[in-house]
């Protein structure tokens, strides 16, 4: 996991500026692209970055996601307590092999 960037601000307007331009969010086995109204298993993602932040009250991740199967490029911010509850196995797993 990297970390190059000052704040998560600065990390989601230069991954946007590289074409994640979609927002997902977890959805127990899968994630969903928002924009697409598409849910994506975890075999058909990959996790290109990924950025770990850490502060008094924000402590997030943002993953930058690439759908395998279409051009869906976008960005998966999630804090570090979320990656702990109601997921699945495979998807928890897929996640976690990028911290």
């Not at 500026?17 to 969903?32: Q, S, T």
């Not at 395998?68 to 997921?87: A, F, P, R, V, W």
Request: aromatic share 10%; charged share 25%.
């Amino acid at each position: 996991m990297k970390n190059s960037y000052q704040n998560k601000t600065d990390a989601i307007i230069d991954l946007q500026e590289r074409g994640y331009d979609h927002d997902f969010i977890l959805k127990n086995e899968y994630i969903h692209c928002v924009q697409q109204s598409q849910s994506i298993c975890p075999d058909d993602f990959e996790v290109a970055e990924a950025y770990r932040f850490e502060g008094k009250s924000d402590n997030c991740i943002i993953y930058a996601i690439r759908s395998l199967n279409n051009d869906i490029k976008g960005i998966l911010m999630t804090s570090y307590g979320t990656l702990t509850k109601g997921l699945s196995i495979h998807l928890w797993s897929k996640l976690a092999n990028n911290l």
